[in-house]
């Protein structure tokens, strides 16, 4: 291979990106006291059921990180066709909150009933479908793809999100299935790895969305230029 070979191929696909930024601290130490506190709530699931409950911390939590990013995504990603990244955060939220665990008099249940029935209503639903639907095809596969080629994290870190929510789908799937053979702290294990694993999904999601796509060398010193040229 030639200089100008090699020059090429640096250039298609960056040294950098090949292992999707897997090798810095704060990603492996993330999977390290995720796989901590799993091994920790499979030990004591009844201590930990008291956090998992309908409205407890846990699933506030999730609530709460995917309103922050359904917020992130709607300032940094703007114009119609990136609208469907925090539509369908906020639609996630939503579904976290249960509007029956607030007093029916509550500012909360005000607003999520109000949620309740304004998404039940055909216009709405159709306005969002064609809302998500035409993002994905026109901003998302595309942006998918490209993302896969440059290792870019965020895709990453987005996959092992919803592997997360798959896996804790599955064992709430398994707990109906197979709940009437089980005891009942293992029904509780169950119940608390898969909140747990939802609260992994959102707190995954909130992460992808903040990393986003990293700054190429022609934006950092179109900045550098700028930066400079204010100090003179």
């Known amino acids: 291979m030639s200089y100008k070979d090699g020059f090429q191929a640096g250039t298609a696909f960056p040294a950098t990106n090949v292992s999707f930024g897997t090798d810095r601290f704060a990603f492996r130490a993330a999977l390290v006291l995720a796989a901590l506190v799993l091994c920790v709530i ?50 996630l939220a939503e579904r976290e909150l249960e509007a029956d665990v607030y007093a029916t008099d509550s500012v909360p249940y005000f607003i999520l009933n109000g949620l309740d029935v304004a998404l ?46 798959v896996v804790a789908q599955g064992l709430e799937e398994v707990s109906s299935a197979f709940g009437d053979g089980m005891t009942q702290v293992m029904i509780t294990r169950l119940f608390v790895l898969e909140e747990t694993l939802e609260m ?31 100090l003179r």
């Open 42 to 91: 499979s030990i004591w699931p009844v201590q930990a059921s008291a956090f998992n409950q309908e409205g407890g911390l846990i699933e506030t939590g999730s609530a709460a990180a995917l309103l922050v990013a359904a917020a992130a995504a709607l300032y940094r990603y703007r114009g119609i066709s990136r609208l469907y990244i925090g539509v369908v955060l906020l639609l």
């Open 120 to 165: 039940d209503m055909t216009l709405v639903r159709v306005a969002l479908a064609v809302i998500v639907l035409g993002g994905v095809v026109w901003h998302g596969v595309p942006n998918a793809w490209r993302a896969l080629k440059e290792r870019a994290l965020f895709l990453l870190v987005f996959f092992l999100a919803g592997m997360s929510a």
């Open 200 to 230: 992994f999904f959102s707190i995954g999601i909130l992460a992808a969305v903040l990393i986003g796509w990293p700054k190429s060398k022609a934006d950092e010193t179109s900045n550098e230029q700028i930066a400079n040229a204010d």
